[in-house]
Structures are given as C-alpha cells and as structure tokens.
C-alpha cells in the first residue's frame, strides 16, 4: 500500500496489528474515524489509554475488574464452595449470562498449549491449587472448551490435586467437540452447568 501520507500510514499500521482487521480494514477504519469530529478519535484514545493503565485484575479470582476484589467475589450471596475454571472473561459473561451457576470463579488467562508455547506456569493454575488446598472450595467445574488443549488443561489441573479432598465435574458436553463457550446458547450452557458430570467419568468416556 503506497501512502501519501506518513501519519496515516503509521496509523493503518497500528490499526491493522488487532486481530482479524486487514490493512484495507485497518484503512476504512483509519478514513472513518478522519471524518468523524476530531473529539471522537480523542474519547476512543483516551478509553484505550485509561483501560491499559487502570485495569485490575481480581486477587482472587484473576478476572478483570476495575477494584481490588471482582463484584462476584466479593458478593456475600455467591456460594463460595464452588469454583467454575474458565479460560478468560468471555467465559465468566457467558456463564453469568444464562443466570444458572451461583458460585465463583477461577479466571486461567488461557489454556496449556505446547504448541503455542503456553505452559502451566503462564496460567493462573499455582494459585488455583494453593486456594483449593485452602480448604474451602468443595467443587470444582472445568468449564474450558473441549478441545485437546482445554482436556490437556483439566487433566493437569486434576493431577495436581490428587489426593485434595475436593470434588471434580466436568459441564456436560451438550456443546458440540470443539465449540467455545461464549459462542454457545445460554439455554444450552445453562443445562451444561445444571447437568455436570463428576471429572472422572468424562475420562473414561474418552
Ligand atoms: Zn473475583
């Protein structure tokens, strides 16, 4: 692409870098947003700013919020015995969403993927099992994708916790192989959590 314009090109540049947006995507963007009035682009700048330099994310569970301690954490009425393992915050909206699962979470940040080069200590798998071992938490649900790297993820969590007293399930795999979690009806995903299955029998099913 030849730009007139070095100030636009550094632009598109930066534009075209967010996943799924093309430079000529990336340019619609850019000549939109020239149209619209200058103060615009400022709100949109200033939003992006603000969200790097301020975002939290919870002690307890690891999810993004915008204090210390989440609002379901730190929600009294939330049954706190239970934890739901996700893979990132798309999961916690999708499941909140279907208004069926009132315990909390354990946000991982993504799934063990030797392929992509993340192992079990860029996830928040240590503080998971530290927080298990506490005691407290009587339930674990895997609630990751049932791909080989959300099974590779349950199982080394599962492992870990050997001989912990604490009880392991699997949401029930309605969701088609392979399916994420946010893409998934809140009917559908709401029945997967009611119907959850202990950890072990999904293994043998395998
Ligand atoms: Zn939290």
């Known amino acids: ?20 947006i093309g430079k000529r995507t990336a340019l619609r963007l850019v000549l939109h947003l020239l149209k619209q009035p200058e103060d615009q682009t400022s709100r949109l700048a200033l939003a992006l700013e603000n969200l790097r330099k301020e ?13 210390a301690l989440c609002e379901i ?29 009132k315990g ?5 940040g993504g799934k063990i993927s030797p392929m992509e080069g993340v192992g079990p200590q860029d996830l928040t798998i240590a503080s998971l099992v530290k927080k298990v071992k506490l005691g407290e938490i009587k339930e674990l649900i ?19 916790l050997e001989g912990v007293p604490v009880k392991t399930s699997t949401i029930a795999r309605g969701i088609a192989v392979g399916d994420e979690l946010e893409y998934a009806d809140e ?3 709401g029945r997967s959590i009611l119907n959850r299955i202990p950890f072990e029998n999904s293994l043998k099913a395998n």
């Open 142 to 160: 895997f609630a990751l994708s049932s791909t080989m790297e959300g099974d590779t993820t349950n199982f080394y969590i599962y492992k870990q």
């Open 55 to 67: 975002i939290k994310f919870c002690e307890n569970c690891h999810n993004i919020s915008d204090v």
């Open 187 to 189: 009917v559908t995903l």
């Open 104 to 108: 909390l979470y354990h946000v991982l």
């Open 73 to 101: 954490c730190s929600n009294p009425r939330r049954d706190k015995s239970m934890v739901c393992v996700v893979e990132d915050i798309r999961d916690v909206m999708a499941i909140e969403n279907t208004s069926q699962y």
């Open 1 to 20: 692409m030849d730009f007139s314009s070095k100030l636009l090109e550094n632009a598109v540049y930066e534009m075209s870098q967010l996943p799924g």
